[in-house]
């Protein structure tokens, strides 16, 4: 597969928005569709590749998030999607004709996604320094996209050098702000034209915020990829029903989206037929006043007005001092015809 997208890729993450059910997350990738998603995110673990079972405090979430007091264990036994189930949701993505892959989380993942022609890789903002994880899933020459939430710059430098020293080209870097949900005024979204001009990648944003306003300014920064939670009912609940969108927002988002795609068109400065029709609306000279052969042409008989048939105003000047060669009504369009010499 190729990063060579006509238009923005919009991505539903179905992370742990299936409330333990595969009916659920059958249902949530039909949805996604339905929505105007083009692709389906796994994310493929178990609790125990993640983490261990431990309640130091090591091992407790803190920080301020909305899963404080938890257990990482806990916590990932909720959220993870069961591996017997991604069979079954890639075969319903392919069937739906949405494009479904997988964030790994350990070599073990690596391989049970390429049983299932995982097609794309997606690395998880806070797996962006795990070089040894990120080497192994580039070695199997598939399109490898990074989300950046905790990176610094040299944490980018060196997991897109990891991935093009395997020979993958085919790098998407997504702006990530780790924080769920994520304030608005932390998006930094000017950080796509840079990852784009900077590393070279294909730009986008993996987006934690609510609402629609960030994958908007996203697009219309260049943003290829859209990566947004989709859940078909907040009632489900789970770790991440909070900042996910449901099927009626996500399908707004789509919406904007596209017309925000068809905002930023091109540049071009060759007028449309319709904008060749609108310049009757513009100025140009007109005879104001009645006027009799010979009369000299002056600012108070020549103006430069709506509508746009007669000469252009910037021939104004040039015709002023000169004198008509023929009596003329008040409106007529002026033409070079009509202008004598001065003498």
């Known amino acids: 597969m190729k990063f060579n997208f006509e238009n923005v890729l919009i991505v539903a993450e179905l992370s742990a928005n299936h409330g333990g059910s595969i009916n659920t997350a059958i249902e949530t990738v039909k949805a996604a569709k339905k929505a105007g998603a083009d692709a389906i995110k796994l994310q493929t673990y178990t609790p125990d590749t993640m983490t261990i079972k431990c309640d130091s405090k090591d091992f407790i979430v803190t920080g301020g998030s909305i899963w404080d007091g938890r257990t990482f264990y806990d916590l990932y036994k ?3 999607t069961p591996w017997e189930w991604h069979k079954e949701l890639f075969r319903v993505a392919k069937e739906e004709g949405l494009i479904c892959f997988s964030t790994p989380f350990d070599k073990t993942a690596v391989d ?3 049983k299932l022609d995982n097609p794309i890789y997606k690395i998880a903002s806070f797996e962006i320094t795990d070089i040894p994880l990120i080497k192994y899933i580039a070695s199997k020459g598939k399109p490898v996209i990074l989300s950046t939430g905790i990176a610094n ?3 980018i430098r060196l997991a897109i050098k990891t991935i093009k020293d395997e020979g993958v080209d085919e790098i998407a870097l997504l702006k990530c702000t780790s924080s769920y949900p994520a304030p608005l005024e932390q998006a930094n979204l000017l950080m796509i034209q840079d990852f784009k001009k900077k590393f070279g990648v294909v730009p986008g944003l993996s987006d934690h915020t609510l609402g629609k306003i960030a994958p908007i300014v996203a697009t219309t920064l260049g943003a290829k990829i859209i990566e947004k939670h989709f859940i078909i009912d907040k009632k489900i609940g789970g770790p991440d029903a909070s900042f996910s969108l449901n099927l009626d927002e996500f399908s707004k988002m789509v919406k904007v989206v596209r017309q925000a795609e068809l905002a930023i068109g091109e540049i071009n400065y060759n007028l449309t037929k319709n904008q060749k ?3 009757a609306y513009s100025r ?4 104001v006043k009645d006027v009799v052969r010979g009369e000299i042409l002056s600012n108070e008989n020549v103006k ?3 509508p746009g048939f007669g000469l252009h105003p910037n021939q104004l000047n040039m015709v ?3 004198k008509f060669n023929n009596n003329y009504k008040k409106g007529t369009r002026m033409s070079l015809s009509m202008v004598g010499d001065s003498n």
Request: glycine share 4%; hydrophobic share 25%.
């Open 78 to 80: 909720e959220a993870y």
């Open 112 to 114: 049970y996604l390429e």
């Open 153 to 155: 710059e040299e944490d």
């Open 277 to 279: 029709s609108s310049r």
């Open 284 to 287: 140009s000279l007109y005879v």
């Open 304 to 306: 430069s007005i709506r």
């Open 320 to 322: 002023l001092g000169k």
